[in-house]
């Protein structure tokens, strides 16, 4: 094992992280409350600062997972699509299946430029796109210049009240439901609305199952399929259609595309938060296909036909995938930009600053008592992690099926699910 790759083992290295991490996240939520004075005023100004900041937040995690855990993203896409990414605001529909999708989620926005920063850098001297590998092995040209974007979620409600994140998304202007749709039809009406004039463009994020994928989950909503005569899903839920069909309707005229997303794990890895944390690369695989939203029909009943169809798709895909190891599609991998590290370290040297001028202060105050009990900390803290959590994972993953992987480590992160009854 190298320095580096024992380093990111070290529980001390990922105190560091989490708490750089929780310190300027608590400082950017302060600077958004800073901009409340500034809505009424102006408004679009508001939003662009917000969405600036925003970015300096999740861009970390993206640092994280891109740079700690070397964690890349394989895009499978059609050329003709490709194009369009990042020029046009979009519904995505992504497979819930696995406890890092968010994570994946940003890091695709973040190549495309829709994370919430200019990529001015990145365009001036990076970004020719690279098209690492395609399955002819034609070069397809270089990647157009991004404008500014936002990427924008519908979520459960108590994702707003998550410190840091949640709080951070309630300026960001996410879309937040109770998944009761009596009480959730006009709020959910109106945050769609307020999309409408948002400055940026924009990529809205469904996860239409409405829950992450769990083997008992999967057993109840098949019984709700067979009930409704619809073709079982193996590899997901059956979609809750409500939200689709609303969001579709509300958003006509603003967004012009549905970009169905599928995810999936090579060589069956269970990818855990804990995993990434611990510098564990994985290999996920992103199969982006381009709809455009004329094709989806406006009546509910229709519409809701479209999405079982598109799911039927999506579940063909998953199948396939389990046998060949693919998507359909060539490789495509936009360069990696550097902003997201940058942005990183930044916050790190800022943050480590006050930490050093703690342990000198303690040093000097010559307490040997202070000092054992600092080392005796430090240590305890490293034998533990060293034990790690990866064994846990790898060991409960191996005992169940491809898709129903995420379960596991979905399970290690208490707060990931607060929601008892499957479905
Ligand atoms: C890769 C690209 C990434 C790009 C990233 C971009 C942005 C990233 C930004 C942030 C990343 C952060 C990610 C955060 C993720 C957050 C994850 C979540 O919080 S998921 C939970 C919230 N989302 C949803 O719930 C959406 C899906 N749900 C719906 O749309 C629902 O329709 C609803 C709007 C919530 C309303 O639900 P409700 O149940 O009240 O009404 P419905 O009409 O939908 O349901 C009744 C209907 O359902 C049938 N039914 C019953 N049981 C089931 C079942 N188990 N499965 C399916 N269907 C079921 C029931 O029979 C009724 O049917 P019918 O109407 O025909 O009688
Ligand atoms: C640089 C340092 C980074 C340190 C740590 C970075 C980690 C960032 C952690 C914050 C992430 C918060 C995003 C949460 C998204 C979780 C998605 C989710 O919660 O899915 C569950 C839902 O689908 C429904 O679940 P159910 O209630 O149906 O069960």
């Known amino acids: 094992m190298g320095l580096v790759q024992w380093l990111k083992g070290q529980f001390l290295c990922q105190l560091i992280i989490c708490y750089g991490f929780l310190v300027s996240g608590l400082l950017v939520n302060l600077l958004q409350i800073c901009t409340l004075p500034l809505w009424p005023i102006n408004k679009q100004l508001a939003r662009r600062i917000n969405c600036k900041l925003g970015y300096s937040l999740t861009s970390q995690s993206v640092a994280l997972l891109e740079w700690w855990s070397g964690t890349e993203v394989t895009f499978y896409t059609d050329p003709a699509d490709y194009q369009f990414y990042g020029k046009e605001n979009a519904i995505i529909v992504l497979n819930h299946n696995f406890e890092i999708d968010f994570l994946c989620g940003w890091a695709f926005c973040d190549r ?55 709080w951070m998304w309630y300026f960001l202007e996410m879309v937040f439901i109770k998944r009761k749709w009596e009480e959730d039809k006009r709020s959910f009406v109106q945050s769609l609305q307020n999309l409408r004039d948002y400055p940026e463009n924009f990529w809205f994020l469904l996860h239409c199952e409405g829950t992450r994928f769990t083997e008992e989950k999967h057993q109840i909503s098949m019984e709700v399929a067979e009930k409704k005569g619809l073709p079982k899903l193996k590899h997901h839920l059956l979609p809750r259609t409500k939200g689709f069909w609303v969001a579709v309707q509300n958003l006509r005229g603003t967004v012009a595309a549905v970009y169905c997303c599928t995810l999936n794990f090579r060589n069956n890895e269970t990818p855990t938060l804990l995993g990434v944390i611990n510098g564990k690369k994985y ?86 008592l202070t000092i ?52």
């Open 283 to 368: 290999h996920p695989d992103l199969y982006i296909r381009r709809i455009p939203l004329e094709s989806v029909p406006e009546d509910e009943a229709e519409c809701s036909s479209w999405l079982h169809k598109l799911y039927q798709e999506k579940d063909q895909f998953q199948e396939d995938y389990s046998h060949t190891g693919y998507f359909p599609g060539p490789i495509v991998t936009p360069l990696r930009g550097p902003w997201a590290l940058i942005n990183w370290i930044g916050w790190t040297c800022l943050l480590l600053y006050p930490l050093y001028l703690l342990l000198v202060q303690l040093v000097l105050s010559g307490s040997i």
């Open 112 to 166: 495309f430029g829709v994370l919430g920063i200019h990529h001015i850098l990145s365009r001036c001297l990076l970004l020719k796109t690279h098209w690492r590998r395609t399955s002819n092995g034609r070069d397809l040209g270089n990647c157009p210049p991004i404008p500014l974007k936002a990427s924008k979620c519908l979520a459960k409600k108590e994702l707003s009240y998550l410190p840091v994140i949640g």
């Open 372 to 423: 054992l009990a600092t080392v005796a900390f430090c240590s305890a803290a490293n034998t533990r992690s060293s034990r790690g959590p990866e064994s846990v994972h790898s060991a409960a993953g191996s005992k169940i099926g491809p898709l129903s992987r995420s379960s596991v480590g979905y399970a290690s992160v208490p707060w990931l699910s607060n929601r008892n009854t499957p479905v």
